[in-house]
């Protein structure tokens, strides 16, 4: 009997090409854009792709079930504008920290709420997830309506812990989004790569069948994959919200297909069970790499859009012709 | 049988096909002729060479050498419309028709008739009904129904009438019977004698020794891509056929195991569902129960519905004497009944998968019971399964595509292992798995039963069924009809009980 060498898991081979496509539109805006490739600018590039980066860790749990969700950009601007309507209501003498933390548990509720909402269809009907999920976004993208007329809401000036979620720097240094990316990413790649859970995931995606014959509770996994994406979705819009000194009730559309964007160029399969959420961060990065180098080029956003588009197909293709061979 | 085995003229005539992928050489200078009127069986394990040649006739592979001959004349076969202009056609395992339209649309499905731009329904439906009668299959002769609402045995007959409408001279069946029932075999082997005295050539590729000698005028083994040699079916018994693919004697080909019963493992009380209508057994460990039956049956079910899979309306399931809770396969697991399924690419393997996730991942808790996997762990028990079930993998993160049916099938077996189920159901255990790949299944349940194990066997197939179980149960309509043992019983005895019993339940 042949010995079997206990090899890395194929997973993490994939990895290879998607770093040497990412470093080689390092070198080429470096090269082309004077100062792209400076530290200042490398961590605002960071700073830029940090909604969309999270977004898409909770997308490519979804997408690996063989789902979707397009409801995270509704979900994103919903629970924007409910924490910040939380935070702006109530007399001013409450304590901002009562405050803070009533409209962050607020705000992430409705989030879980929104993912529950998703995911128990998902899991217990036979209802495709794209029109389960393109249902949701347009009751979530109403219910965001509802507040304040419509309008933006402006988050008060004393609010200054949820308005350092998306502006101030550790350090003056590492922006704050990018820290929360970072223990997200850490978070994700644990979930998916390490437990039980990501285990399952992956039978779930490459065969529901044989999952549920397995003995794994194909219900209940699908449905926390759900919470997991809705989750990660609010807190992008807490982070967005912030950013924007304002809740826009009209903000993350188009979210969701920037995230997929992410996911699928990192390696994420549509057909389900296959994917790594290092991929979906160097997915992440690529298109942010992308969409800023082309920007300071002084390239046309009409452009832009044409070269992100090809740039996906292209990565999606080659990554089909490599699962064929 | 034979009654049309008057040699017809050449028809087909490959001489010196071979065929290398890389560096394996799939066909080594294989030569095999079709004559008119004639069904000639292609036989050999898998990975023998059959599907290459088969490919090679429908246009999907072009040979590096060898040369192709039809009604004596060069032929060069490109792609498949050239081998459709041949009127080479093959019916698929899987099946290729679309099942929301109608059998008419499906026979002209590509070609439709055009009247003004618009397609000619009428024609459609005409033609189709005048096709379907003079081919005498008059099981789809309402051919207005939906192609989802017909049998397995009847979507065939579709695809039969949509080869021969546009002309087809040479029909390649590859393992038509696998999901048919008995009778619904008979109906196809009537079929194809009629088209065989209409001169129609058939290539006919199956698993199934019996069926072959029956319907096969000739027989064509292959054996690691080459040709062994083709031989009239009156020459040739099944022993010899056997030993003719496997390229050496199997003496006894099914090892049972000795029967020492002990105690009672698993006992069904009247058990109730759709599909099932009071089902009591039971089977004590060291003991194969054998459920013999037709396709459609309600097998299958039984067994989803002990696993956990389909609820059941009342009844009792009882391990080792003590009534078990079971409402889905966590429970069961948990209670030691584990079942393999019928279908182990759908139900069974994450196929995309690594061999070593397919064979950890009932034991995920085991060796990642937090957050950090125990690697070692895993490679140990993966290690174990691959060398106890002799699975034979170039590498444990090879991909289960890559490995043979049976090498799959013994993967998802080798996977329960872990802690000794105590009761096994195997549903269709060797369907799809060749000759050898079948001896190996049977050695492992063998040894299984002989450690203890307790297995209820489902299988179509009766000399399976009755040559490996100590006793069987006949099951027909979601009811057991009689109970006995093995030995007492002949193929022709169950044929008569199942087949009586349906004519009855119709009356």
């Given at each position: ?15 290879g090409?998607?770093i040497?496509?990412?470093a080689a539109l390092e070198?080429?805006f ?10 200042d600018n490398?961590i ?17 749990f ?12 509704a979900v994103?601007a ?22 803070l933390l009533?409209?962050?548990?607020g705000?992430m509720g409705i989030?879980a ?7 128990i269809p998902a899991?217990?009907?036979?209802m495709?997830?794209?029109?389960i999920?393109l ?6 993208r109403?219910?965001?309506?509802r507040?304040n ?11 200054t812990t ?6 101030s ?5 590492i ?37 549920k014959f ?6 209940r996994?699908q449905v ?20 924007l000194?304002s809740?826009?009730p009209?903000?993350?559309q188009?979210?969701?297909l ?9 390696g ?9 959420m ?20 002084g ?17 999606v293709?080659m ?7 | ?7 017809g ?14 560096g394996?050489t ?8 079709l004559r008119?009127?004639?069904?000639h ?31 004596g ?6 792609c ?6 041949l009127?080479i ?15 008419a649309?499906?026979i ?8 003004m731009g ?14 379907v009668?003079?081919l005498?299959l008059e099981?789809?002769?309402d051919?207005?129904r939906?192609?989802s ?28 019977t ?14 194809l ?5 209409q ?26 891509g080459?040709s ?7 020459a040739?018994n099944?022993k010899?056929?056997v030993?003719?693919?496997v390229?050496?004697?199997i ?6 195991p ?6 009672i ?5 009247n ?7 009071g089902?009591?057994?039971c ?7 054998g ?23 009342s ?9 078990v ?7 069961a697991l948990?209670a ?9 690419r ?12 397919n ?5 995920t ?9 125990n ?23 090879q991909s289960?595509?890559?490995l043979?049916?049976?090498?799959q099938q013994?993967?998802?077996v ?6 000794r189920?105590?009761?096994?159901i ?47 149960a ?18 022709e ?12 339940e119709?009356?």
């Open positions: 009997m042949k010995k079997h060498s206990w090899k890395a898991a194929p997973a993490l081979r994939k990895i090409p998607l040497i496509a990412m070198v080429v470096g090269i082309r854009v004077p100062g792209f490739s400076q530290m490398q605002d590039l960071l700073q830029q792709i940090s909604v969309n980066a999270i977004i898409a860790f909770g997308m490519t979804t997408i690996m079930t063989g789902g979707i969700d397009l409801s995270v950009g994103l919903l629970v924007g504008t409910a924490t910040v309507s939380i935070l702006a209501a109530g007399s001013p003498s409450t304590a901002p920290s009562v405050k009533l409209a962050l548990g705000g989030a709420l929104f993912g529950l909402f998703n995911g899991a217990k009907t036979r495709p997830t794209f029109v999920t249902s949701t976004m347009m009751v979530a109403g219910m965001a309506y507040f007329s419509a309008q933006p809401i402006p988050i008060p000036d004393n609010a949820f308005l350092a979620l998306g502006n720097r550790l350090l003056g240094f922006p704050v989004p990018v820290l929360v990316m970072l223990g997200v990413f850490a978070f994700a790649t644990i979930l998916l790569h390490r437990t039980r859970f990501g285990q399952h995931i992956y039978a779930i995606g490459g065969n529901r069948e044989a999952a397995t003995g794994i509770n194909v219900v996994t926390w994959v759900y919470l997991l994406c809705a989750v990660m979705a609010g807190i992008a819009g807490m982070i967005h919200t912030s950013q000194y809740a826009e009209g903000s993350g188009g979210f969701e920037n995230a997929i964007a992410a996911a699928v160029v990192g994420t399969s549509f057909t389900g069970g296959i994917g790594t290092y991929g979906t961060l160097i997915g992440a990065v690529i298109i942010g790499i992308l969409d800023k180098g082309l920007n300071q080029a390239v046309h956003f009409s452009l832009q859009y044409i070269v992100k588009g090809l740039v996906v197909l292209t990565a293709y990554d089909v012709r490599r699962n064929k061979s | 049988m034979n009654q049309n085995s008057q040699p003229q050449a028809l087909l005539e490959l001489e010196g096909i071979t065929k290398r992928f890389g394996v799939a066909l080594n200078d294989v030569s095999f002729d008119t009127g004639e069904i069986a292609l036989l050999g394990e898998n990975g023998a060479g059959k599907s290459t040649l088969i490919k090679i006739l429908a246009g999907i592979y072009f040979p590096d050498a060898g040369s192709i001959r039809m009604d004349r060069q032929a060069i076969i490109n498949v419309a050239d081998a459709d202009a009127g056609r093959v019916i698929h395992q899987e099946l290729s028709l679309a099942p929301n339209l109608s059998v649309e499906n002209y499905l590509g070609r439709e008739p055009v009247r618009l397609i000619d329904r009428g024609r459609i439906f005409r033609e189709a009904a005048m096709l009668e003079q005498g099981e789809i002769s051919v207005g939906q192609v609402e017909l049998s397995v045995a009847h979507r065939q007959l579709v695809e039969i009438a949509r080869a021969l409408s546009c002309r087809a001279r040479i029909l390649i069946l590859d393992e038509p696998s999901s048919l029932s008995e009778l619904e075999t008979e109906a196809l082997f009537a079929t004698n009629r088209l065989r005295s001169g129609v050539g058939i290539v006919y590729i199956s698993h199934r020794l019996e069926e072959v000698i029956r319907i096969a005028d000739r027989i064509t083994v292959l054996r690691d080459c062994v040699g083709t031989q009239d079916t009156s040739v099944q010899e056929l030993k003719w693919i390229g050496r004697d003496f006894d080909y099914f090892h049972r000795p029967h020492n019963p002990g105690d493992a698993l006992e069904i009380r058990l109730r569902s759709k599909h099932i209508h089902v009591s057994l089977i004590r460990y060291g003991e194969v129960l459920l013999a039956g037709l396709v459609g049956a309600g097998r299958s079910e039984l067994a989803r519905a002990i696993f956990g899979i389909d609820t059941f309306d009844g009792e399931i009882l391990v080792e004497g003590s009534p809770s079971i409402t889905g396969p966590r429970d948990d030691g009944i584990v079942l393999i399924p019928e279908d182990r759908k139900e069974g393997l994450v196929m995309i998968e690594s061999v070593a996730f064979l950890s991942l009932p034991w808790r085991e060796w990642n019971p937090t957050f950090l996997p690697s070692r762990k895993r490679y140990a028990m993966v290690t174990r399964a691959v060398e106890s079930f002799s699975i034979k993998t170039s590498d444990v993160w289960m595509e890559g043979s049916g049976g090498n013994k993967t998802l080798g996977r329960w292992m872990e802690h189920p105590k009761v096994l195997l549903d269709e255990p060797t369907r799809g798995v060749d000759v050898g790949a079948r001896e190996e299944m049977f050695i492992i349940i063998s040894r299984l039963v002989q450690a203890g194990m307790a297995v209820l066997l489902i299988s179509s197939d009766l000399a399976e069924v009755l040559n490996m179980s100590h006793r069987v006949i099951y027909s309509d979601g009811l057991i009809m009689d109970t006995a043992d093995a030995d007492s019983l002949t193929p005895k169950v044929m008569e009980k199942l087949t009586g019993a349906s004519v009855n119709e009356a």
